[in-house]
């Protein structure tokens, strides 16, 4: 497998797996301007167990290089300066390109379960650096160290999932109408899957394309450009703006994208829903990774009948969760990831108050070194509400009230996106009518669990201004392959389907 790489990670991890896994910084700044790197610092030492540098080289092409700009890595919770990337130029990118075709020749004869050997070896190389890996996820991105950990430990379980998917993968052997044919499907390769990822998950998104994609036969690219007809498939994850830009430039080549987009998601309990289960599940899928999941809980929609008790409980709940620097075992929140993140997020303050919002928690910049800003709560907007229909990829809540289920199934779905949704009740024909076809659109529809923290096992992805992509487990491997249906005629006759006669 071959591949680009802009970003830093080990690079002794990444020489024995031939790929990188990363988190990355706001857009870069220059180098000349930098304060004291923290890699230099002995309380970062850690940093060398990857073998990182002061200046890292950011493409692997089978060898370490890169002739582009050098870029700086910076740290959310305090906004210092990790360490510098050389980044790679066209030229990188075009010698890279040609000798990931040149590999996928020799990757795509090779039996699909002795790739899948082979990315079982990738998964433990993992498992023995995650904790040093899920720090430096943490470090960068600014997510908590237990989930800076569990994103690393995703990637490991989904190349243990693709070991056992490659003695599975591959199509149905079907009855021929006509006597001495077979009829059966066959499935191969696409050739060169381009990966781009996003900021928040580098590491776990990049695990379930490569990981998947490399069982199939394919050979990898990160980052791939998408106007390039050499890309076969390109995966995209990131927000609906951008991946809109993307999926019109690769269906102009008449190319194949995989696109993994935004989500407005919400939380719906009713009155016999269990306050013990809503209230930690709201408060996990709204503040978890400072809100910058995709499926990130947005709306929290209320029967009217338990509105108040629930507002006061989460409020409360809210006020306890622990803050500070996000490698710091007993810290619950973090930073948002960008100085132009906390402008979003109190633009999207702002306008929720003109909007007739009231924020009853939270709503402000907290006063300490880093990109913090404190988990927010507004109540009293319409449903649909301009905020309200808008994805705010930062901590903010809008809990709304509601009376009847039809009227707040549709709520759920008047939305653009559709990724995930969560139901709380105790009502078995609430709950199915909620999985059925008037139910909720989203790709991910689950009863009495929050909208984050997706297992792997199933397939993930959304449907509408989501993209419709879907990643990771169950049928998600087909999207990495092209299918055949082929009949094969071992007879000495030649009959024609549909009982025709040509003679």
Not at 340 to 352: D, H, N, W, Y
Request: proline share 5%.
């Amino acid at each position: 497998m071959m591949m680009l790489f802009t970003l830093p990670l080990g690079r002794a991890l990444c020489r024995r797996l031939a790929a990188r896994n990363n988190a990355w910084s706001p857009g870069p700044r220059a180098a000349a301007t930098m304060a004291t790197l923290l890699i230099q610092r002995p309380e970062y030492g850690w940093l060398r167990e990857l073998e990182l540098q002061e200046e890292n080289a950011g493409v692997y092409d089978g060898r370490w290089g890169g002739r582009g700009e050098v870029v700086t890595t910076y740290c959310p919770a305090n906004n210092e300066p990790i360490a510098r990337v050389r980044q790679a130029n066209l030229a990188d990118y075009e010698d890279t390109l040609k000798k990931a075709k040149e590999a996928w020749k020799i990757w795509a004869d090779v039996p699909a379960p002795k790739r899948g050997e082979i990315v079982r070896q990738i998964g433990e190389a993992l498992r023995q650096k995650i904790q040093v890996l899920g720090s430096l996820v943490s470090l960068e991105m600014g997510k908590i160290l237990v989930e800076g950990v569990g994103e690393v430990q995703e990637y490991v379980d989904v190349c243990d999932y693709a070991v056992g998917l490659s003695r599975m993968i591959g199509g149905p052997i079907l009855p021929s109408e006509r006597p001495g044919h077979a009829l059966l499907e066959q499935w191969n390769p696409v050739g060169l899957v381009g990966i781009i990822t996003a900021f928040n998950f580098p590491v776990a998104v990049y695990g379930w394309n490569s990981a998947i994609a490399m069982i199939c036969g394919n050979v990898c690219l990160c980052t791939a450009m998408a106007r390039d007809e050499r890309v076969d498939l390109l995966s995209f994850t990131g927000s609906t703006h951008v991946g809109k830009q993307v999926a019109l430039m690769v269906q102009e080549r008449f190319g194949r994208s995989l696109l993994e987009l935004g989500g407005n998601n919400a939380i719906i309990a009713f009155e016999d829903a269990d306050l013990n289960l809503v209230v930690p599940s709201a408060l996990f899928a709204a503040v978890g990774t400072a809100g910058q999941r995709c499926t990130t809980a947005r709306r929290l929609f209320l029967h009217e009948s338990i509105h108040d008790e629930v507002v006061s409980k989460l409020t409360k709940a809210y006020a306890q969760v622990r803050v500070g620097n996000p490698w710091d075992p007993d810290v619950l929140y973090g930073p948002l990831h960008t100085q132009q993140s906390v402008k979003m997020f109190l633009g999207a303050v702002e306008e929720a108050r003109k909007q007739g919002g009231t924020v009853v928690y939270g709503g402000k910049v907290m006063d300490r070194p880093g990109n913090y800003v404190e988990p927010t709560i507004v109540t009293g907007l319409a449903h649909d509400a301009a905020i309200v229909h808008t994805e705010t990829f930062a901590p903010i809540l809008y809990i709304l009230k509601f009376k009847e289920e039809d009227e707040v199934f549709a709520w759920n779905n008047e939305v653009k996106q559709g990724l995930s949704s969560s139901l709380f009740t105790k009502d078995l024909g609430r709950i199915f009518r909620w999985l059925g076809p008037k139910g909720s659109d989203c790709g991910i529809v689950n009863v009495n669990i929050p909208t984050s923290g997706a297992e792997i096992g199933g397939a993930f992805g959304g449907e509408k201004h989501t993209g419709g992509g879907r990643e990771s487990g169950s049928d998600a491997w087909k999207q990495y392959m092209r299918r055949s249906t082929c009949t094969i005629n071992y007879s000495k006759d030649l009959p024609l389907a549909q009982g025709i006669k040509f003679q």
